[in-house]
Every structure is written in C-alpha cells, then in structure tokens.
C-alpha cells in the first residue's frame, strides 16, 4: 500500500511531468496493470477491450458521501470540454465497495454523471487486484453502532493510461475542469 506522502508526491510529479511534457515520467511503470472486471452491463471487461482509446480511470465508491461526486462532475465537465476528442477516451469508474456495489447499482451512478462513463465493479479478489495494481489508498471505516453504513477512505485520482495501456499521469482532485481538460488534452496531442 502506497503511503499517503507518496502518493501526494506523484500527485505532483504527475502535474508538473503534464505541463512540461518532456523527461519519461519515472512513475510510468508504478501505476496500473492488467485488470479484469464486471461492467455495468455485466459484461467481463478487461483493460485490453478499449484498443485504440486512452483510458481515465477513477476509484471510489456510490455510497461516498462527497468526494466522489464531485470527482465524478469534475471529470464529465472535463470531456465535455475536450468536444469530439473526448471520443478517444474511455473513462471509467471502478468501485473499491464491490460488496455494496452491485453492477446494476454502479451503473444508475454512473450514469448520473456521464453517458461516457463506464462503471465497473468485481469480485473482492478482482478489486483488490486492481487496487493494489493502481496503488489506489483504501481504508474501511465501520461505525460500532452502524456496521452496515461503512464509508470508505479512498485517493482520490484521476489515472490517465495511454495508447499502450500504460501510466501516463495522474489528475488529482481538486483539478478544475478547465485544467484538467488540458492535461488530457496535452496528451492526446502527443499519441
Ligand atoms: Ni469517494
């Protein structure tokens, strides 16, 4: 599990690495990997389906009560910003709640969001795969008096994985539309 300072730090990295665009990130090779998961639809879906397409990965969960949300918003204003060049893009929102997230459930949710967005959960052991893959910082918290109304500490990242499949950059939250618009839009220029 990847420490909350280094995470922040490839945070940065990631950010800067986007303006400049010019060393090799050397976080390339430390975030993502091969994963395979239930859609929305219930279809099996792998990170191999979308050949041709970037991928804009998001971790979080539907019963997070802000951080996601406002995520989730931020990144459908951020490809409705990128007009016809969103279409190279295929975000997608994987649940680290896959007991309560059910696909049906992950795709009303996502649904809420962005037409784009692909919602896609699995079994405790696919997500747990993908999470430690993505480095994603996941921590349950269970209320004594409540224990079925768990929340769920989670990073908060965009993960944008280029033509290969690979790491390009990380988008953080916070990130206003406009910019991140821009970050991707840096990218894609270069692929
Ligand atoms: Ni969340």
Redesign the pocket.
Known sequence: MISRRLLLAACCAGFVGAVRAQAPDPLADRFGGPFSLTSQNGRRVTDRDFPGRFLLIYF??TH??????V?LLVMSQALEKLGSEAERIQPLFITVDPERDTPSVVGDYVSSFSPRLLGLTGSSVEIDAAVRAYKVHRVKYIPANDPQNYG?D?S?LNYLMGLDGKFRTLIPHNTPPERMAAIIASYLAKE
Request: aromatic share 8%.
């Open positions: 979080g969960y997070c009560p802000d951080v996601c949300p995520d769920i989670h908060s």
